[in-house]
């Protein structure tokens, strides 16, 4: 059974909505907390172009630790998967996502994941390119590619804001530098990483992404392969086991679908083989997921059972 209508969404935005009182929006980046604590909004998108949704769909959100999944699948196709996991790791590290302790104590310089932080950093690094503006383009056209649509681009104000505060990625970064798993200039590789995680776009775009991981990398509307089966596979993975940072040993028992959340509140889900969802609830819980995106993902995955375990 499907989710078929707008109506259907709605009520369940109205009930998950009554958690955002108890989350908080993220201000770690000062531009992200004038965000709305009460929004959320939702869309479905099936690969036969059908697309359902509530709340204030307009409303566009950077998509932070969201880009991780998708600068990962370009990264694997730049490069292929040995060159990568030569860089960086395959575990969960059950540690917030902006963590430094593992790198130490664990493997010296290779981060355990592409979707910590650290990990995501040297995954930036590997993206092709000569020039800082080139690896940009390069990863915007493939989000365009993905959504269909040649107008996204990125957030100047929360790019700047990003890269003006964000000294624990500095961090991260001069401890990868100092164990040479990176070899470029910091502030340049802050500049690409901060645009990457400022890309901005709809809950409908984000459900369209969602899709295309959902059906092995394969555009459902256009047919073409964007990416392919095995990089969609391996991102899907880690959307399972690493996508909700230390919450997703937890989400995978309540709800099930491979998901990658950013701390502008935004969750993109790929139920295998059926849609793509995109929700956008900036309200956070102490983990920095969207609390009412949980929510609302967790009354979805109930009703119209959509655990893949
Ligand atoms: O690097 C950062 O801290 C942010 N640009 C992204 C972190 C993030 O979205 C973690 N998500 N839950």
Redesign the pocket.
């Known amino acids: 059974m499907l989710c078929q209508s707008n109506d259907e969404l709605k009520a369940l935005v109205t009930e998950a909505k009554t958690c955002t009182k108890n989350g908080k929006v993220?201000d770690?980046?000062p531009a992200l907390g004038k965000a709305n604590p009460n929004d959320l909004s939702i869309a479905i998108h099936y690969p036969d172009g059908r697309c359902v949704s509530a709340g204030d769909i307009e409303k566009r959100i950077t998509l932070?630790?969201?880009s991780?999944v998708i600068s990962l699948a370009l990264v694997l196709m730049d490069r292929g998967s040995d060159y990568v996991f030569e860089r960086v790791g395959m575990e969960p590290t059950g540690d917030p996502?902006?963590s430094i302790a593992k790198l130490e104590t664990m493997a010296p310089g290779k981060p355990l994941n592409p979707m910590i932080?650290a990990g995501?950093l040297v995954v930036t690094h590997m993206i092709k390119g000569n020039t800082i503006e080139e690896r940009f383009q390069r990863l915007l056209s493939f989000i365009q590619e993905m959504t269909n649509d040649s107008t996204i681009s990125y957030c100047e104000e929360v790019a700047r804001s990003?890269f003006e505060t964000?000294h624990?990625?500095r961090a991260l970064c001069y401890f990868l530098k100092q164990h040479n798993i990176l070899d470029e200039d910091v502030e340049q590789l802050m500049d690409l990483?901060?645009k990457q995680?400022a890309i901005e776009m709809n809950c409908l775009d984000l459900a369209r992404i969602g899709v295309v991981f959902a059906m092995d990398g394969v555009d459902p509307l256009s047919c073409k392969q964007i990416m392919p089966t095995d990089v969609a596979r391996i991102c899907k993975t880690f959307m399972v086991t690493c996508g909700m940072?230390n919450a997703s040993g937890e989400f995978a028992i309540k709800i099930g679908i491979p998901s990658k959340?950013?701390?502008?509140g935004g969750i993109m889900g790929a139920v295998p083989g059926r849609f793509g969802i995109g929700i956008f609830g900036p309200a956070?819980d102490e983990?920095?997921?969207s609390i009412a995106g949980i929510k609302l993902l967790e009354l979805l995955s109930k009703n119209y059972s959509l655990s893949m375990f």
């Not at 959340?261 to 502008?264: A, D, K, N």
């Open positions: 993220a770690y980046i932070q630790s969201i991780k996502f902006n932080n995501a990003e964000a624990l990625n990483y901060t995680c940072y959340s950013g701390v502008s956070l983990k920095g997921n």
